[in-house]
């Protein structure tokens, strides 16, 4: 499967644990977004990366939340402290930078903090 | 990203044209019109992206007003397998922020 993958595709953990989440993008896709969507909502906006270089963070990125990609190929989110108000789907997607072109998004990782 | 209006819902009925509507009358001349997916549980999907000519490719068809304000995707025969979240997007390859989209139910 050459698609975006995502890992887990389930967390559950207690409140205020730390989580991690893992997004392998598309191969030659040197962008990466991480998206966090709630019940009834569109995607909401968190970060990109164009290679290892984060490009913008959204406000909704509190202190508590880090996200990485080291060298420029997979990718980490990480939680810390976590609240119940966290709990959403995690979607990355990855695209080519070069012209214009769609991006492809993962099966997202869903958390559950209790 | 140029902030984009949709209606929060539609119907359609099978074998019908569905046609979607997008408002993006704040739209720059170098964002593009990107529609996407999303089926439940499942992330968003690729449908097809324009600038200023209308597009077609095999899954629906994109109508860009001449002033770039507004879009329309038609989906030419609409199946059951189409009910989905369709979000419009206008971005210049940079971040790419979504709306609430509209959701189609597509009927028998």
């Known amino acids: 499967d050459t698609g975006v993958s995502q890992n887990p595709r389930h967390k559950i953990t207690k409140r205020g644990q730390n989580v991690t989440f893992r997004c392998d993008p598309i191969?030659?896709?040197?962008?990466l977004y991480w998206y966090r969507q709630t019940l009834g909502q569109g995607p909401e906006f968190l970060t990109y990366?164009?290679?290892?270089?984060?490009?913008?963070k959204s406000r909704l990125l509190s202190d508590r939340f880090s996200a990485e990609r080291p060298k420029g190929s997979f990718s980490t989110l990480e939680i810390q402290r976590t609240e119940q108000g966290d709990s959403a789907m995690y979607l990355c997607a990855s695209s080519l930078t070069q012209g214009v072109t769609e991006a492809f998004f993962g099966q997202g990782t869903r958390l559950t903090v209790v | 990203d140029a902030k984009t209006t949709q209606p929060p819902s539609m119907d359609c009925a099978e074998g019908r044209a569905a046609n979607l509507p997008c408002n993006h009358s704040?739209?720059?001349?170098?964002?593009?019109v990107y529609w996407y997916r999303q089926i439940h549980s499942q992330g968003p999907q690729y449908i097809i992206h324009g600038l200023k000519n209308n597009e077609t490719n095999e899954m629906a068809s994109l109508i860009i007003t001449e002033d770039r304000k507004s879009s329309t995707l038609i989906l030419p025969h609409a199946t059951l397998r189409d009910t989905a979240v369709y979000y419009c997007?206008?971005?210049?390859?940079?971040?790419?922020?979504f709306g609430a989209g509209t959701r189609l139910t597509v009927k028998p």
């Open positions: 990366f164009q290679n290892e270089a984060q490009l913008e």
């Open positions: 191969s030659e896709h040197n962008r």
């Open positions: 997007i206008a971005h210049n390859n940079n971040d790419m922020r």
């Open positions: 704040t739209i720059s001349g170098n964002e593009y």
